[in-house]
């Protein structure tokens, strides 16, 4: 305890710096809890998932297959980032499908909201780059994106700006942990104390491409691969991404490699000649029904299963959290109890 | 009822366990449809390592029976080592045997089928294949060792129900004796319904529910669909017929004009 700070100030101990682990110590540190957060690998990103992310804010697209919270509490996102990261880009996600896939356009308009039908001259408006090449499509104007890296470097940032401690490799037993409360959001790596859990492994690429812009993320129906593109700085796309039940964290298969390649080539044909910057892989932690849970087993707090939502849930489950260790009278949503 | 390789299930929906929005609601439409059997996809790199084990865990504790399957598979040899694979991760000596021909209509290789389903009934298999309605591969299947066969109504994940009713009914009078299964094509209750009126012993979808709004109570309406197409063949409908036919006689009704 130093002079400066007030006696009742609570310790807490986060295990984990993916983008739920930062969310929670940001959350915490504004709302005057002390906070150290125990990260195992060497710097930001290192180990976590949320590395790999798309980084689409798209609670309306997700609800295509997610359940009614992650469409709700997905909106806090875009305005949360913007406050405590930046780097938030507000132009929409637009979806389309080529036409011998319209079915899949229109089964996905039937199970969501806030967009509105677009024809080829809209899209043409939206993204000129596509012009020509889809005839309809679905515009989510109120959707947002962001880029990843920046996200959670800016969030340790600002974790520090605001006092609290980072230490990175440091792998930890978080009831171990000496602090008051300990919140565990070690996504995957939790699984010996969440047996529940299980991964959802994703493959990702990094193109760079110089002959074709976009504004916004793109997705492209299929009925067998759905795919997406998200535009980065310096002429680089994001192109995600696979979901396939297993917990394996390496290796890409020349399959999705294949299916990964074929969706961006199947948007435009000028993602051919793209330099391949990057492969990535990992997996998602999740819960069987695919949503996020805040699970107390007394003085520990497990925060994950965020799936493939770690930024559009990371704020909405940072304020449940906070709102869990500093009130143990409040029940926040996404709460489970567990006998300590 | 039929007896599929000896197992009779009272409910003879085969459900597939891809594409749910998530394992709960898969679970929840296995438990609401009632379904005895479920297929299961085995990605050959998870397999090897062992890093699909917690989806697996999810799937035996559905408590039913589990028929893996060769999905995605294009030739015997990639087939064969999967079905060996899914034998031993599930410990069943089941499999849904699927090559597939073509990409766009993932129309089975029938040619490839046939050798694929001799070598795996060599070996123990009980080989559940997917076809087409064509009699003669169908004969060559039970040639192999097959003692089921599971034509397709339409390609996989189309929804168009039966594009061939005319040779489902052909091969159903072909093969009197034989468990049929209408397997891939169904969109629609009414669709099973129609398969299940033909004389067929099961359905097996798979996309129809997990890609439904509502994938439980799809999942249910499918079963009572089936329930009722069953019920229907065994109480042998009538003959649809060209001229009304009205079932209060008419001779004999006073004349009030």
Request: glycine share 10%; with cysteine.
């Amino acid at each position: 305890m130093t002079a400066s700070r007030p006696s009742h100030e609570l310790d807490v101990a986060v295990a984990g710096a993916g983008v739920v682990g930062l969310a929670c110590a940001v959350a915490l540190l504004a709302r005057g809890a002390r906070v150290t957060v125990h990260e195992r690998g060497a710097h930001v990103g290192a180990e976590a998932c949320s590395w790999y992310a798309g980084g689409m804010l798209a609670p309306w697209c997700e609800g295509e297959s997610a359940e009614e919270p992650v469409v709700r509490l997905g909106q806090e996102a875009a305005a949360w980032w913007e406050r405590h990261a930046g780097g938030v880009v507000r132009r929409g996600t637009l979806v389309v499908a080529p036409s011998r896939d319209r079915a899949e356009l229109r089964r996905f308009g039937e199970r969501t909201s806030h967009f509105e039908d677009v024809d080829g001259a809209a899209i043409a408006g939206l993204e000129p780059d596509l012009a020509g090449r889809f005839s309809r499509g679905l515009f989510f104007a109120e959707e947002a994106h962001l880029d990843p890296r920046r996200a959670i470097a800016a969030l340790a940032e600002r974790v520090l700006a605001q006092g609290g401690t980072i230490r990175f490799g440091s792998e930890v037993e978080p009831a171990a942990l000496d602090a008051g409360v300990v919140l565990d959001c070690r996504g995957l790596a939790a699984r010996d104390v969440l047996p529940e859990l299980r991964g959802v492994k994703g493959e990702m690429l990094i193109l760079k491409s110089d002959e074709i812009a976009l504004s916004r993320p793109i997705r492209l129906l299929h009925p067998r691969i759905p795919l997406y593109i998200v535009p980065r700085a310096g002429g680089h796309f994001m192109v995600g991404a696979t979901m396939i039940e297993s917990g394996a964290r390496r290796r890409i298969s020349a399959r999705s490699m294949l299916e990964l390649l074929g969706a961006a080539y199947a948007l435009h044909p000028a993602f051919a000649e793209a330099e391949i910057v990057e492969i990535g892989t990992d997996a998602r932690p999740a819960f069987p029904d695919n949503l996020p849970r805040l699970t107390r087993r007394g003085r520990v707090i497990h925060v994950n299963g965020l799936y493939r939502h770690g930024f559009l849930l990371s704020p909405a489950m940072a304020r449940m959290a906070a709102d869990a260790v500093l009130d143990p009278h409040l029940r926040p949503e996404m709460l489970h109890d567990l006998a300590a | 009822m039929a007896a599929f390789y000896g197992f009779a299930p009272d409910n003879p929906l085969f459900l597939g366990t891809a594409q749910y929005p998530s394992p709960a609601i898969l679970a929840e439409a296995v438990r609401r449809s009632g379904a005895e059997v479920v297929t299961v996809s085995l990605r050959r790199e998870s397999a090897g390592s062992g890093a699909g084990q917690a989806f697996w865990s999810l799937i035996r504790e559905l408590g039913v029976k589990v028929l893996p399957n060769t999905a995605g598979c294009h030739t015997v040899k990639e087939a064969v080592t999967t079905a060996q694979m899914a034998r031993e991760v599930f410990g069943t000596d089941w499999i849904k045997l699927e090559v597939i021909g073509e990409d766009d209509t993932l129309q089975p290789d029938v040619i490839a089928l046939v050798e694929a389903a001799r070598i795996l009934s060599d070996d123990g298999f009980k080989v559940f294949p997917y076809t087409t309605e064509d009699i003669v591969v169908g004969s060559r299947l039970l040639d192999a060792g097959c003692e089921v066969l599971m034509p397709w109504g339409a390609p996989i994940g189309s929804g168009r129900g039966l594009n061939n009713p005319y040779g489902l009914r052909t091969m159903r009078q072909h093969f009197p004796d034989i468990p049929l299964v209408v397997d891939a094509g169904i969109g629609l209750p009414s669709h099973a319904a129609q398969a299940m009126e033909l004389g067929y012993d099961g359905i097996l979808l798979n996309t129809a529910v997990a890609k439904a709004g509502d994938p439980a109570a799809m999942a249910e309406a499918f079963a009572l669909a089936i329930r009722a197409g069953r019920l229907a063949f065994a109480a042998q409908p009538i003959e649809a017929r060209d001229m009304a036919a009205p079932s209060t006689p008419v001779m004999g009704k006073a004349f009030l004009a």
